[in-house]
């Protein structure tokens, strides 16, 4: 084990020393390891579904469905675009599924405007076989009437076929974390918009419906909307009008990043500033929050970065996890419980790839973060540049702290000691030297718009048997400071840091 460790450090001076010409920064981060500033769900991670990859899945079988690669997929939503002119075949009201013409898209039945139960039953099946907790969007346009060219709806919410559809699916015993109400229906819209006011009245509604209907369940499942941009207006109106004990979780969507084509998007990924504009979103829905629905917490329902399916030669390369883990570390700094990734597979922002289902960098970005960073938040700064981005949580099932560093300066490298705001606990412990466990991660070949990514020093793909690939740290001694290279992103493991937030039994 000595000899073995003694090998990773000197390999790990080795890689390190591999950027002779960069310059250094010493840098001094800061965490406040008394009090958490926010926690997360046991599942943070979270990632969106709204089509069927038909080519494939073949009657509810995926090839990735029973393979490792859906460890990750611990929560998937369910919903999006289509969701909102989807009938259920099931019940009275329902008589014939229109079967319009094949898409090649191959939404989950939703293209046809129609999910048939057969379909519904082979997703439930392959959610059952991956363990993964479903979020489902329940269409909240069924009975309105367009009234506008703008896209308002007017009128009642008709309740007969969810109804139909969430009593088939308790009968059938299929387990559905939460509800959602309608897509992006709140503020100005997208392609659809509903007066927050009768929103509301219409979410009370579904909510009497989910109580009768689950009364005999000990836990019902939650339930969740607007599903949408945050609008300050329409987010109080609605929290106010629906009230207490109503809706559990506000969720909000985040592409902060703008089109997908915009060919600036290279840029704006890497530029702290621009990524920092929307902590303004996160902190006027936290405000709205507190001051109109104390009751509920926020989830990121659904964010892809850059909307448009995406940056083609961006979102699925490494560069696309400066904005990824730097939107987990944000969300759950303002007490978002849950962020699902636009999209688990599809458009250029999946973390699987839609052809291949070959995971993509942001994916193992996801997975490193699931297995290291606890729940409770802390609140982490440092004296260094813009370019570098700190977030800390409570390590997940281990003692101490674990910190991540996104370095995204292409010429600087840092020297980041990490240190306690307060010096009752000093980091270095008197008796020898502690170890620390450290995960760098890096671009192949040094081009951050890589398919691949390397974990120190060792690219991330998939083995023969289609697993994924062990994901070992290097340990590193305690008392040097962690030194982040250009274009990179570590995550740091302290066991000794100690944080009174992250007293562990
Ligand atoms: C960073 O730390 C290493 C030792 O770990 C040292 O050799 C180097 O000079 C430091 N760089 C800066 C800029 O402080
Ligand atoms: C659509 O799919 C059905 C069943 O798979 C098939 O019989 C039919 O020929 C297809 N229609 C078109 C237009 O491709
Ligand atoms: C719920 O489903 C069961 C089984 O299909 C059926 O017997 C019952 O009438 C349904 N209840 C409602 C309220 O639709
Ligand atoms: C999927 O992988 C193939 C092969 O590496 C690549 O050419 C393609 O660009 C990838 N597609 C997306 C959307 O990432
Ligand atoms: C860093 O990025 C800038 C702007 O994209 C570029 O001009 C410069 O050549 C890059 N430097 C290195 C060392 O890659
Ligand atoms: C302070 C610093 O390192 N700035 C650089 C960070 O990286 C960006 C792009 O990678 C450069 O444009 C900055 O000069």
């Not at 689950?214 to 929290?239: H, M």
């Not at 004990?245 to 506000?250: E, G, H, Q």
């Not at 507190?290 to 030669?313: L, M, R």
């Not at 793909?461 to 740290?473: A, G, N, Q, W």
């Amino acid at each position: 084990m000595a000899v073995l460790t003694g090998f990773r450090i000197l390999l790990f001076s080795l890689l390190v020393s591999r950027f002779p010409l960069v310059l250094g920064d010493d840098v001094k981060v800061t965490v406040k390891g008394v009090t958490s500033i926010g926690t997360t769900d046991d599942n943070f991670i979270c990632a969106t579904l709204d089509w069927w990859p038909e080519a494939k899945c073949y009657y509810g079988q995926c090839p990735w469905g029973k393979s490792g690669i859906m460890n990750l997929a611990l929560r998937i939503r369910i919903g999006g675009s289509m969701q909102d002119q989807v009938l259920y075949k099931v019940g009275k009201t329902v008589k014939t599924c229109n079967n319009l013409e094949n898409s090649t898209n191959g939404f989950f039945g939703f293209a046809d405007g129609c999910l048939t139960m057969e379909r519904w039953d082979q997703i439930n099946a392959l959610m059952a076989d991956t363990g993964a907790l479903v979020t489902f969007g329940i269409d909240a346009l069924y009975g309105r009437k367009r009234l506008t060219a703008y896209g308002l709806y007017d009128g009642h919410w008709d309740s007969i076929n969810a109804r139909d559809f969430v009593n088939y699916t308790i009968f059938k015993g299929y387990k559905i974390d939460s509800w959602e109400f309608g897509h992006e229906l709140c503020g100005s819209g997208v392609s659809a918009r509903v007066d927050a006011r009768q929103y509301a009245e219409d979410v009370i509604r579904l909510k009497k419906l989910l109580n009768k209907l689950y009364r005999r369940f000990k836990i019902q499942p939650k339930l969740l909307g607007p599903a949408g941009f945050y609008d300050e207006k329409w987010f109080s109106s609605f929290l106010q009008k629906s009230g207490p004990n109503v809706i559990d979780v506000v969720t909000h969507h985040i592409y902060n990043l703008g089109s997908g084509v915009n060919p600036n998007l290279i840029h704006y990924i890497r530029d702290p500033l621009f990524l920092d504009k929307v902590a303004q979103t996160y902190k006027d829905l936290e405000t709205t929050l507190q001051i109109f629905g104390p009751w509920a917490s926020a989830w990121v329902g659904e964010s892809g970065g850059a909307y448009n399916s995406g940056g083609k030669t961006v979102s699925h390369t490494f560069v696309n996890s400066f904005w990824y883990l730097d939107q987990l570390g944000m969300a759950s700094a303002f007490n978002n419980k849950v962020f699902c990734r636009q999209t688990l597979v599809g458009g250029n922002y999946g973390l699987l790839n839609a052809t291949t289902m070959v995971p993509n960098p942001d994916y193992y970005s996801a997975l490193l973060w699931h297995r290291l960073m606890g729940k409770s938040v802390l609140s982490t700064t440092h004296n260094g540049s813009p370019y570098l981005r700190a977030y800390s949580h409570c390590s997940k099932m281990k003692p101490g702290i674990t910190i991540l560093l996104i370095n995204m300066s292409n010429c600087t490298a840092f020297n980041v000691s990490v240190e306690s705001d307060v010096n009752l606990y000093p980091l270095a412990q008197p008796e020898g030297v502690k170890l620390r466990e450290e995960y760098h991660l890096t671009a192949k070949g040094g081009c951050i718009q890589s398919e691949v990514m390397l974990l120190n020093g060792f690219p991330l793909v998939l083995t023969e048997r289609l697993d994924i690939p062990p994901m070992k740290p290097f340990l590193v001694d305690g008392s040097l400071p962690i030194k982040v290279a250009p274009d990179s992103i570590v995550f740091a493991t302290f066991r000794d840091f100690k944080a009174p937030a992250c007293a562990w039994a």
